[in-house]
């Protein structure tokens, strides 16, 4: 039986070097988020305003991952998510959004 820490690095090691976009949002002026898992234990969260030339990154975060559930953590806040193959369902801020992969 593989150990369980081994079991959540080779499932968050799928995830990092990936970006998943979400368009369908709450917020008025902007055209989407991202999250960009940037390493097994950390993402980033971006964000790109309808009239801006580049998204900007409004925060790094860490993240862990326990069967299909992601918890993320940057200092005193945090949000869960759950990653499906083609699909991962954030809640955020009483908000539900649903980011999808980019190619």
Known sequence: MQ???TILTEKSAKLTGS???CTAHFEEG??????????PYQVEGWSK????????KMFTAS????EETLHFQQE???FQ?????QKII???????MIFYPVD
């Open 3 to 5: 150990n369980p820490t």
């Open 19 to 21: 970006h998943w976009r």
């Open 30 to 39: 902007l055209e989407f988020h991202e999250l960009r898992f940037i390493s």
């Open 49 to 56: 305003e309808v009239n801006a030339n580049h998204a900007e």
């Open 63 to 66: 993240y862990s991952q326990k």
């Open 76 to 78: 005193q806040e945090s």
């Open 81 to 85: 998510a759950v990653w499906m193959p």
């Open 90 to 96: 954030a809640f955020v801020d009483n908000k539900t």
